[in-house]
């Protein structure tokens, strides 16, 4: 297993998604491999509650699904209804690369586009969004906030920015949800405990597939009602597999043990290294696993040709992604090809 | 691995979804545990089309998917406008046991019930419905007929009766999807090739979760635009896994080296022992992999009592189904158990 | 204006809908033709509320909209979630005539079909659907019953009939939805106050259209939250008309000098006297506006032959429907062909 | 009728929906009060194809409906799939006034918004949009592009204009709808043949509501497939009213003599009249019947208290809309009002 010693394989920055499943992951699949209660009746997926509401400190109500995409759009359910809205970054994961699943799920729901620096909201910013609705019958009133933690440009709420959005929600009575794919990552930047990294949230999507998982989310609610809400969507979204065994052991191998927390810092590292060797082609500070490189078409082919594959963010970068899997000595080769371009 | 010796588990006939994962199956997906695309980029996925062309007798587009719910939801799309409907069984797994997922998916379109011994259409009783819908804009039109193979009770389609329903469709110009979420154990009834066990269908939902799989169906179209249609509702849908290379390895498994008929044949020749046994019990022929057998609460019990685990039916009758891994020694035990009550 | 002297009109009986619009609703229309408020805000949408709590004796929320489809989907937003049901009868109009708006408007919500003689709902007829649903995830789960006052077979609930059903309700968490496109025929019928004749409802559709006025049913909510929701989703149907003066003239012309009931009475008037002339042909007793009359296809010529027109039910029977402004010589008339058959 | 020496009533520039009903659109609607086939069965809606299709000068197949907002819906209804979006302005009518009207029939389609000054597409606006899609399964895939003509600030789209959207619109190979809320105004503006006005466009929504009628806007489809589509979608939102004669009488009356260019000419001139006035305060040229001035709170307050109506715009600026109804006498006050701020 592994790719080194392959020669057609590239030394692989292009998502985490390209990551292998961690073996703690496969043990704990193959263990699940015996019979129990189909659907989310089986042993494994009646202690997500628990092991969830001990890693936020506070009671949880938690579903598995196997994308990033349902797992967001479950969250929203509860928050908005279909003739509400959600105010959210224009450059949102679930603005930009979930194919409208959002207004799919949420029956034509709106998402109201704010803006900030690196994908990240504030409260000036949601409120600049909120003031162009007036509060009238022909206007989509808006009636949730999502954040992404990190963003999708790979940088941090510290838990005060949390809180002022959360406060500014409450004041609003706007429900707030987090797009948690790479909460780890955030996390394992932070130091700090899960609770504060999430912040006053409703719902947190605690990824587990770009961290080590084959295909397995959390959706975490703190309010059952949501949780009820979302279990019945989810089985009318065609997610609630019969064998989700299988997907309540990926959770738990990941969050049981720390693994979720070891597989974060190891990607988060291999981050710092390439940044570390990259400052002044830095588009935004390296928080967790994401690199964004102001690169040139030559300086991106002369990477290529060095055997480091990724993806073109536009014409004049690169986005290099670091995942739990990424052999050090591929990141320290991508630093000083960076450094020597 | 395995259940043996447990002496808490019972003999197992609950449902399919509570089998095992085939070692075959868990080989290919760890074999897939490399890099590769995202999504379904992948080499294991550019693969289907052509494995179940060849299986169909016929160019195929093929997306994989988790569930048996979502491959059908998105397998009807194609055929069936919001304002239009799909004529169903009664007791169609789509009507009964998907939580109104055709509802979400379809955008409110209506499924049109018919009637049928066993959960299976006939021509007659597809135009008995047809005729209730006046050829007016006050009525939702029917677009599409949904068939279930093997049905929901467990009777195969023979391949004039599929051909005959595939004539009234042409006629009246509907689509024609195929639910085979046991569609092998239908085939390994039959004994024929799989394009004749599916008839003149324009859709096949081809079930590997219950037959040795983990979480992977096949919606094999036999239209190109319907499979272009597809892609994008199933990323919409939260269904895009982004290491689809596991759900591609899981189908190729069991499709290319005839696992899929092994599986399904064991599971037969397990439900025929016990149906041998319980031949005037029976409420249907035995023809896959499902028993429905008339019992009284005191004989369940009795049943229970002697360790064998399975659904109640109704008030006066059970569902025992067997599975890829059922043990043969259960089977004739079960049958055993059945003659003596 | 009127048809009576041209001779290509026939006698008219084919809907309520081919009705004119009464004299005094023109007028008040015509009253409203000077500058007010857009939308809803005008002086007249605005007394709506008042009017029709006086009329069913508690506060109420009222919104108009200009077709009963609309009133009924409106009606029933706010009592159904997406993945939820609506019991209703089997010849509902929800179900049979409204092209699936239900599954539009609720977002996929499933009607759940009920028996009952003359389209009649019974507590037990609903518990026999209730019945069907296990308490779990996999089925839709019933949030709701439609009840249509007088029905599609003209037949009129009586107030003990509908304080069972609506116990059955409350018992089971269920919202209660009365369609009264023709809810003033029911209440001449009975004779009895209008609250008595809705019973315990959530929500009332009170038609207009069909009683002389041009295109204004009233939405009756008891629960202001309900009309709240309600207000957003008629404009987001597109049925917030700007010049909403005209359609709550319409319905205050009606309301506020018991046009309506005048209007209803001698509706039912004219189709007693025909009834009373088809004794042993009629399918249902007549207590509103309408006749199902058993005839063959020559005896259905033949009235038409006499210059009567009308819908044929099915094959042995037609539907005759008696308006606000069907002439008493004409329902004489008619009448006496009947007889004469 | 009318307002004239009413004490209490202001001049009247708030809105073209605060407008009377014209007088020979009271007389057609009160012809039409005479039995006819229901729904759009009836005589009157019978025609509405032939007299659209002169109009335009090339085969139309028309829908009645009571208001913009189903229009606009009904008329991107077939152009748009549910994955799909429709390019529009950011400032659109069906982005910003209609509650997510297009969100709800649409079934989750987006609206992708593009920039242009007052409110205009052009063919850079609409490409900088689409080259932010990735021709790939993760984004919503453009399908249409709709315009507003006039549009919401009162531009003119000139035939060349429409020309340049429509080569690209084909070019890409998406839809082109037009919004015409105030379609009559902007022909009268241009001077030329409805169908240059249009342009290449594959359907319009005619507005009459806000231009002598009660409550009728036509969608004027030329396509006879895109036609059918809305028929479905009419009737399935409830907009299928069954006296449908009212609406049919209404656009014949407007289009059959030129009612309806007469109407827009008046309040073409009128809000010319008061731009004349203002030209150093016009936010935009004045092409149609809206003037949309720079104002301070001080400026707009005096207006009012000298017995103008009008809705503030921003907090610098001021909406001023004529209607065909505008006194001469009122424009003429309300020129000199503004000369002398």
């Known amino acids: 297993m592994g790719f080194i010693g392959e020669a057609h394989m590239a030394m692989q920055f292009n998502s985490d998604n390209v990551a292998r499943v961690h073996p703690k992951v496969w043990a704990a699949m193959q263990a699940a491999d015996s019979p129990d209660k189909g659907y989310d009746g089986d042993a494994l997926s009646q202690r997500l509650d628990a092991v969830f509401s001990d890693l936020f400190g506070r009671p949880a109500a938690v579903l598995w699904t196997a994308t990033g995409t349902s797992a967001n759009c479950l969250a929203l359910g509860p928050l908005v209804q279909p003739h509400g809205g959600v105010v959210c970054h224009r450059e949102a994961h679930i603005e930009t690369d979930e194919c409208g699943a959002p207004g799919f799920y949420l029956h034509g729901a709106k998402l109201m586009l704010a803006e900030g620096a690196g994908a990240k909201l504030t409260p000036n910013s949601i409120e600049a969004v909120l003031a162009t609705v007036k509060r009238e019958i022909h206007q989509v009133p808006a009636q949730a906030i999502s954040v992404t933690q ?139 696993n994401e690199v964004f490189l102001i690169a040139s078409r030559a300086e991106r082919e002369s990477l290529r040709a060095q055997g480091f594959a990724f993806y073109d963010w536009d014409e004049h970068s690169a986005r290099l992604v670091a995942s739990w899997d990424t052999l050090p000595e591929h990141a320290t080769a991508l630093g000083k090809a960076i450094a020597a371009l």
């Not at 809180?163 to 930047?189: M, Q, S």
């Not at 080590?212 to 065609?238: I, T």
Request: glycine share 10%; charged share 20%.
């Open 150 to 288: 990190a963003t999708e440009y790979g940088l941090v709420y510290r838990p005060e920015e949390l809180a002022a959005i959360g406060a500014l929600a409450k004041e609003r009575g706007l429900g707030l949800h987090l797009d948690g794919a790479r909460f780890a990552n955030a996390v394992a930047f932070l130091g700090c405990p899960a609770a504060q990294a999430a912040g006053p949230v409703d719902v947190v999507c605690f990824g587990g597939t770009k961290n080590g998982g084959m295909d397995a989310d959390a959706v975490v609610f703190f309010d059952p009602e949501h949780a009820d809400h979302a279990r019945w969507r989810r089985k009318r979204a065609g997610h609630l597999q019969s064998k989700g065994r299988f997907l309540a052991a990926q959770l738990l191998a990941l969050v049981e043990g720390d693994l979720w927390l070891t597989n974060a810092r190891a990607a988060n590292l291999a981050a710092q290294e390439i940044a570390a060797a990259a400052k002044e082609r830095l588009m935004h500070p390296v928080e967790a």
